[in-house]
């Protein structure tokens, strides 16, 4: 069965500034790896995700996250955020190879929390 | 492309009674999945369908939980003899035809409250 923990319940950072939201999944087989994002308000969206290849993927609004396999991490990034990056982020996962159709692990959601 | 939608957004009811939510999908999707969320925690994973067939079912969905989705196209999710403890947020995610992966399009939600 598969876990995913996110680190950080709430992550506050003034604009600007760099931030990581951190992502551990838990699993004995391979994954597609997901971060979401939700506004205040409306439904989650998928903000990037990983599926095989490089390593290194990047999403909408300047986000990157960096699968790792030895460490079963998948780290959000930006290395400048704005306020109008205050959300809730939510890291996902779903068992591979296309047999889980849809069939998501999230975890407990980060809100983050950009100060003018 | 108008989205997923949900409704009603938001039902306030009284333990023991019934409630219905009802999603409409992106029209080209053929995927249907429902997700509850409570407070301060991620969603998860209730059914899914794929065209009108209900394909899997989360053990968290109990007897008192029923999904349909007749025509392949809105599904409804219903609530029988409501307790407290189903408050919550009931989202609906659709996906497209040929995806094979968790790339899921989801509505707004449906925040049920039992008191």
């Known amino acids: 069965a598969q876990s995913v923990t996110q680190l950080d319940s709430q992550v506050p950072v003034f604009e600007e500034a760099p931030v990581e939201l951190r992502c551990n999944y838990s699993s004995s087989v391979s994954v597609y790896l997901f971060w979401y994002v939700q506004y205040p308000n409306q439904g989650l969206q998928l903000l990037l995700k990983y599926l095989s290849g490089s390593t290194l993927v990047k999403g909408i609004n300047g986000f990157e996250a960096e699968f790792n396999k030895s460490q079963t991490s998948f780290h959000l990034r930006k290395p400048s955020v704005h306020i109008s990056d205050t959300a809730e982020y939510f890291c996902?996962?779903?068992?591979?190879?296309?047999?889980?159709?849809?069939?998501?692990?999230f975890g407990q959601g980060t809100i983050l929390t950009v100060h003018p | 492309d108008t989205g997923v939608s949900q409704d009603p957004r938001h039902k306030i009811t009284k333990r023991g009674q019934n409630v219905t939510f009802r999603c409409d999908p992106i029209s080209e999707h053929n995927r249907l999945y429902w997700y509850r969320q409570t407070l301060g925690q991620g969603p998860e994973f209730l059914t899914y369908?794929?065209?009108?067939?209900?394909?899997?079912k989360s053990r968290l969905l109990s007897d008192r939980f029923s999904a349909e989705r007749p025509k392949g196209s809105f599904s409804t999710l219903e609530i029988q003899r409501t307790e407290q403890g189903d408050s919550a947020m009931y989202l609906c995610?659709?996906?497209?035809?040929?995806?094979?992966?968790?790339?899921?399009?989801f509505g707004e939600g449906s925040r049920l409250t039992v008191l």
């Open positions: 369908f794929q065209n009108e067939a209900q394909l899997e």
């Open positions: 995610a659709s996906s497209r035809r040929d995806s094979l992966t968790g790339e899921l399009f």
């Open positions: 996902a996962a779903e068992g591979g190879g296309g047999t889980s159709y849809g069939k998501l692990t």
